[in-house]
């Protein structure tokens, strides 16, 4: 059992928690608001029920028992092996708490950022121990969704690089390398295109935006919940990838001359989708959804065989 630090115990820092004490790992978790360090232990606590309910755990007093919610930075990298930052997505604030962790945490631990998009370059240049900081970016909640995004700055350390893949691989979740910085990494650079589209398309009246999630999910996320782009295209030709290409990407040329363009998140075209969206962002229907998404995931995860990691 190894301790790992958890910095930020918002949704993502509490998730990772989860991931990381499942895996037989203690940890200390710290948040700067008293008020989510207070409600943080039943939170945890509610987000196992879920997991034990498909299946996906087994005790949640053995996960909750392994984490602890400290007071300070300090107190939540002071032995760590590992740490998991899930701050505020703004560059000074992951500066500073960069800084911070890099003068308190051992000299032997790995730095690990939660970021959606901002490369580690931006906060870790002036760092003594840069080469032990990365980018491990996950899919809101990691706990549910195993994919974490490795991306490096032009100093980290290549054994620093493969530690953070085996620690990240031996708690259950599916690591990729990021080869180069790029902003948004792969994920929400694929979201981000498939997201300009959905826009336009919304804006331009060709669907409501219900349909097109609809379109979403019946459409093509039940073949992308267990195979990608480049899987699904080989089997939509009798040539495979080639016969596809061959056949189709003809299509994409002509789609490809006509891109959306950054216009399409101008307030201009936003309000159009925020017009036409007819449900109200009230924070009891938004955590009623949230809670009904993470029942969904945990079944999905369930049905796609993950097993249960409950040492």
């Given at each position: ?54 299946g ?51 000299a ?34 990691p ?10 700055a ?29 902003e ?36 093509l ?91």
């Open positions: 059992m190894e301790q790992l630090g958890i910095v930020g115990g918002g949704l993502i820092g509490r998730a990772w928690s989860i991931v990381f004490a499942r895996a037989g790992h203690a940890v200390t978790a710290f948040d700067p608001d008293p008020a989510t360090r207070e409600r943080f232990m039943d939170s945890l606590g509610q987000d196992c029920d879920i997991l034990v309910r498909h996906l755990l087994g005790d949640v007093e053995a996960v909750t028992g392994r984490v602890r919610v400290v007071e300070s930075v300090e107190a939540a990298v002071e032995g760590a092996s590992f740490v998991q930052e899930n701050g505020p997505e703004q560059v000074e604030v992951k500066r500073s708490l960069f800084e911070t962790m890099d003068r308190v945490a051992p032997s631990a790995l730095l690990a950022s939660s970021t959606s998009a901002i490369v580690c370059s931006k906060f870790t240049e002036s760092l003594e121990g840069r080469s032990r900081c990365l980018v491990g970016h996950p899919v809101n909640p706990h549910l969704v195993p994919i974490v995004e490795i991306c490096s032009p100093w980290t350390g290549r054994p620093e690089l493969e530690k953070a893949w085996s620690i990240y691989e031996g708690v259950g979740q599916t690591p990729v390398m990021v080869e180069r910085e790029v948004g990494f792969v994920l929400n650079r694929l979201q981000g295109a498939l997201l300009a589209e959905a826009f336009r398309l919304v804006a331009d009246g060709v669907v409501s935006p219900e349909d097109l999630d609809a379109t979403l999910t019946d459409g996320a039940r073949r992308w919940s267990f195979i990608g782009p480049f899987a699904t295209i080989e089997l939509n030709a009798p040539g495979g990838i080639r016969d596809y290409c061959e056949r189709y990407t003809g299509f994409y040329k002509r789609l490809a001359q006509d891109p959306p363009g950054a216009q399409v998140f101008e307030p201009a075209v936003t309000g159009k989708l925020l017009d036409a969206w007819p449900h109200e962002a009230s924070p009891e229907r938004l955590s009623r959804r949230m809670e009904w998404r993470n029942e969904r995931l945990a079944a999905l995860a369930a049905h796609l065989g993950i097993q249960p990691d409950d040492p």
